[in-house]
């Protein structure tokens, strides 16, 4: 196994300079590395072809365009964010003052999956580099092209002590667990971040992981269908089906069932065709996806092309919790759809497993609203909308339970790469004296 020790090492020196703390420094990094998306943006688009089949549409705006904006919204924001923060003290403690400071951990490590190749690298990057880190990047080997390209652009405008990419696989990766890293930003499958969190323990690193699961979407009967059927065909078909707060399953009213999957139907046939779909990422996950096929009837699409690694968007209906395709993650184009007459039994059947990612509610019930808010527990997700509260940089993006710990975008993205420093600055005026045994009057003894 290659060791990254040196690496780490002059990393971890370059910190010790102080110069990564510098705000100036920080925002002269986001700039850079802004210019950079915009000039290298024509190649990732490339590259994200080359990979996934990912249309210029979907890499502007799932991939580049949400970089830029995270970048806009830091640039603008991080000089407020680095001010230590004054907080209220008790009157116990009068004479003093409460503050917080955020502190950068040091060298960090960002690993990244293949789904969203370029975001979900650069995304996590922007909160180390915003908090005055140092970081060296793990971007997923399965988008080779993708990551050739990330970590091109990232040797032309830092010094490799300061940010640097590290290509490669699962042994790189775990390679690079076996350091001591101030701070680990995992995104990926459960089964892996369980391995990197166990890595991580060895030094105490503190870890992000942002994971996945099978999110839910609620149709009840009194949603708007048609908005409905567009959001939800836009939010599961949207990269294949291969991300990760895709509505996995739907669970929809039996009133209404027939009336939103025709309504469904119709939605991906306006937006999307085979061939200009986002491809499957490999043989080994279309051959598991596939295999979804056989279960349940297909009411829509379920034509594939091993070759191409393509998979219509399909709908399987007469599906119940016991089918295959309910027991793990989908992450592809594939949507079981569940009937439901009572709310209980939709809520009971969610919270017999893991906690989701995410949870989309179509109702225009308040009351439902809050039954479902208040009785079910998941990483984030919409009302009457799919995927979208990932792109509002204002609401903290993670998982609960299985599908993560800790959340970013936006400010959380600096606080997750960021130690909270607690000071309390004391007077030397007086002294209180009644903290001390045997003390009768300190006050005086100043
Ligand atoms: P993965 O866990 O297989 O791989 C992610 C990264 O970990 C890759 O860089 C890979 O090289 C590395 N890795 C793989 N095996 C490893 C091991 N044994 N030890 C150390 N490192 C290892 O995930 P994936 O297939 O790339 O991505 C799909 C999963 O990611 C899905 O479960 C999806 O829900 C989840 N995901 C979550 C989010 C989120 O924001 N919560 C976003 C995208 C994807």
Same mark, same amino acid.
């Given at each position: 196994?290659?060791s990254y020790h040196s690496l780490i090492t002059s990393q971890r020196e370059f910190f010790r300079t102080n110069q990564t703390k510098d705000v100036a420094f920080r925002l002269n990094a986001l700039?850079?590395l ?40 830091t640039?603008?924001?991080l000089?407020?964010w680095v001010k230590p ?15 917080v400071y955020s502190e950068p951990y040091g060298t960090t490590l960002i690993i990244s ?8 690298a650069a995304a996590p990057l922007i909160g180390a580099i915003s908090a005055g880190n140092c970081a060296i990047i793990k ?15 990232i040797?032309?405008i830092f010094p490799q002590n300061y940010i640097t990419v590290v ?6 990766s775990?390679a690079l667990l076996q350091e001591e890293f101030g701070k680990v930003f995992f995104t990926?499958?459960?089964? =892996?971040?369980?391995?990197v969190m166990?890595a991580a323990a060895k030094h105490l690193t503190p870890v992000t992981l942002? @994971? !996945? +699961? $099978? *999110? ?64 499957? =990422? ?17 009411? @829509? !699409? +379920? $034509? *594939? ?100 710990i800790g959340?970013y975008?936006?400010k959380n993205s600096f606080d997750v790469f960021s130690h909270k420093k607690s000071v ?23």
């Amino acid at each position: 196994m290659e060791s990254y020790h040196s690496l780490i090492t002059s990393q971890r020196e370059f910190f010790r300079t102080n110069q990564t703390k510098d705000v100036a420094f920080r925002l002269n990094a986001l700039k850079k590395l802004r210019s950079a998306v915009k000039l290298y943006e024509r190649e990732f688009i490339t590259a994200l072809k080359t990979d996934l089949n990912k249309s210029e549409f979907e890499a502007y705006s799932t991939e580049i365009g949400i970089i830029l904006e995270e970048l806009r919204f830091t640039i603008s924001k991080l000089r407020s964010w680095v001010k230590p923060i004054k907080v209220k003290t008790p009157i116990t403690h009068i004479g003093s003052a409460s503050y917080v400071y955020s502190e950068p951990y040091g060298t960090t490590l960002i690993i990244s999956p293949w789904n969203y190749p370029f975001q979900l690298a650069a995304a996590p990057l922007i909160g180390a580099i915003s908090a005055g880190n140092c970081a060296i990047i793990k971007p997923s080997e399965l988008t080779p092209r993708t990551s050739q390209v990330f970590a091109k652009m990232i040797r032309d405008i830092f010094p490799q002590n300061y940010i640097t990419v590290v290509q490669g696989g699962v042994e790189t990766s775990q390679a690079l667990l076996q350091e001591e890293f101030g701070k680990v930003f995992f995104t990926g499958s459960i089964l =892996v971040g369980k391995t990197v969190m166990e890595a991580a323990a060895k030094h105490l690193t503190p870890v992000t992981l942002e @994971l !996945g +699961g $099978k *999110s839910p979407c609620i149709v009840h009967e009194d949603a708007s269908l048609k908005l409905a059927a567009r959001r939800i065909a836009w939010g599961k078909f949207t990269n294949a089906g291969q991300t990760c707060i895709a509505p996995d399953y739907l669970y929809v009213h039996k009133r209404i069932k027939d009336r939103f999957l025709a309504l469904l139907r119709e939605a991906i046939h306006e937006m999307y065709e085979e061939q200009s779909m986002t491809r499957i =990422v490999s043989d080994k996950h279309f051959d598991r996806l596939t295999s979804f096929l056989k279960q349940g009837e297909i009411l @829509l !699409g +379920g $034509k *594939s092309n091993r070759e191409m690694l393509s998979i219509e968007p399909t709908i399987l209906t007469d599906i119940t919790w016991d089918d295959r395709v309910m027991s793990d993650e989908i992450f592809g184009p594939i949507l079981p759809v569940l009937e439901y007459t009572a709310l209980d039994d939709v809520v009971e059947g969610i919270r017999k497993h893991p906690n989701p990612l995410a949870l989309y509610l179509f109702t225009a019930s308040t009351r439902i609203q809050n039954e479902v808010l208040n009785s079910i527990s998941f990483g984030g997700g919409c009302i009457n909308d799919t995927i979208y509260h990932f792109a509002n940089p204002h609401l903290p993006f993670g998982g609960v339970g299985t599908s993560g710990i800790g959340a970013y975008h936006g400010k959380n993205s600096f606080d997750v790469f960021s130690h909270k420093k607690s000071v309390l600055k004391q007077t030397t005026l007086f002294d209180i004296p009644f903290r001390y045994p045997h003390v009768k009057n300190a006050l005086k003894r100043i």
